[in-house]
């Protein structure tokens, strides 16, 4: 079993949606919670990080943490064709000292 | 400010051969991370360099290699090429020793093994 899991997609909504994109993780030790976007041909750019439970709104995007399931989740609200990209999540632990990304999801928004 | 730069942009490398793949990171960073991105696999950590010492490594053979020069830019090295060594290595740069938190991606070099 992967330690962070995420479905691939692809996930192909219209503009102005509200986007659900979700990770589940398997270690408990995981603090920090990270959202990133990575559109082709790019590297990733962190969006937003959480520590442990809890919200965090960034404009369009929400990340959420649900530690008691395991369960990470990014909103976009009010998509646009440019928010068109692959959504990668990431937890990190001290103890680890690395990133651990899941899979990535890709997100296609059409007009 | 200039961002995480790679070079190579492209690299392609027969197998069995060596290749060298270069980062400098963002100026004032000292910790430079290597991360493969296989296609559907999502980011492999590689490698962590911070001050010239190697701080953490992934589950990776040793042929995979790599180390930090004075200026903080990097180098990453695979020697006996394979066809599976065919990714994306991105190179990441954090002000700290974060162990990748707020770490900059660079662009990336694409890999392919012939």
């Known amino acids: 079993q992967k330690e962070v899991e995420q479905d691939p997609g692809p996930l192909s909504v219209p503009e102005g949606a509200i986007v659900s994109l979700n990770c589940t993780y398997s270690n408990s030790a995981f603090q920090y919670f990270m959202w990133y976007r990575q559109y082709s041909r790019k590297g990733p750019e962190l969006l937003m990080y959480?520590?442990?439970?809890g919200n965090k709104e960034d404009g369009r995007f929400t990340a959420q943490v649900d530690k008691s399931s395991k369960y990470i989740s990014l909103f976009i609200r009010d998509s646009q064709p440019s928010d068109s990209a692959t959504y990668l999540c990431a937890a990190f632990s001290g103890g680890y000292n690395k990133l651990i990304f899941g899979a990535g999801t890709r997100l296609a928004v059409h007009p | 400010e200039a961002g995480v730069t790679q070079s190579p942009t492209h690299l392609i490398k027969t197998r069995g051969q060596q290749a060298t793949l270069r980062c400098s990171p963002i100026?004032?960073?000292?910790?430079v991370y290597w991360y493969q991105q296989a296609l559907g696999l999502g980011l492999q950590f590689l490698l962590w360099?911070?001050?010239?010492?190697?701080?953490n490594r992934g589950n990776f053979p040793p042929r995979f290699s790599g180390r930090q020069f004075p200026n903080y830019s990097s180098e990453l090295n695979v020697n006996a090429l394979e066809l599976e060594d065919s990714a994306l290595y991105l190179c990441a740069s954090s002000l700290g020793d974060t162990g990748g938190l707020e770490a900059f991606f660079g662009q990336g070099t694409r890999l392919t093994v012939v």
């Open positions: 959480t520590y442990s439970s």
């Open positions: 360099y911070d001050e010239g010492e190697e701080r």
């Open positions: 100026s004032g960073h000292t910790s």
